[in-house]
Nanobody, 122 residues
Framework: QVQLVESGGALVQAGGSLRLSCTASGFTLDDYTIGWFRQAPPKEREGVSYIRSSGGSTYYEDSVKGRFTISRDKNTVYLQMNSLKPEDTAVYYC?????????????????WGQGTRVTVSS
């Protein structure tokens, strides 16, 4: 059974750091590009960062470039978030896609985790 489980969300003060984890099971993580997304209602879900399969090329949206770092090991993809801002407050999701071009479309992703909440206080 394919599963993606996010963890690491918390309440943190502005300027602080968090590391989110996305643990995969039921499939070979290295075969897939993994994306981190976030959603803060009423906004739509938006992409944050992506790491490609086999080689690990990465992509960051402008809003997080220079502050967030995506990485992966055998079974987990991480999102290191530094210099957090109140506007980073959202539920963060990871998802997988077989597509290797960066950045992928949100519609390219077939399995999603349940999300982990990040709250940044000012």
């Amino acid at each position: 059974q394919v599963q993606l489980v996010e963890s690491g969300g918390a309440l943190v003060q502005a300027g602080g750091s968090l590391r989110l984890s996305c643990t995969a099971s039921g499939f070979t993580l290295d075969d897939y590009t993994i994306g981190w997304f976030r959603q803060a209602p009423p906004k739509e879900r938006e992409g944050v960062s992506y790491i490609r399969s086999s080689g690990g090329s990465t992509y960051y949206e402008d809003s997080v470039k220079g502050r967030f770092t995506i990485s992966r090991d055998k079974n987990t993809v991480y999102l290191q978030m530094n210099s957090l801002k109140p506007e980073d407050t959202a539920v963060y999701y990871c998802a997988r896609t077989l597509y290797r071009h960066l950045p992928p479309s949100i519609y390219d992703f077939d399995y999603w985790g349940q999300g982990t909440r990040v709250t940044v206080s000012s």
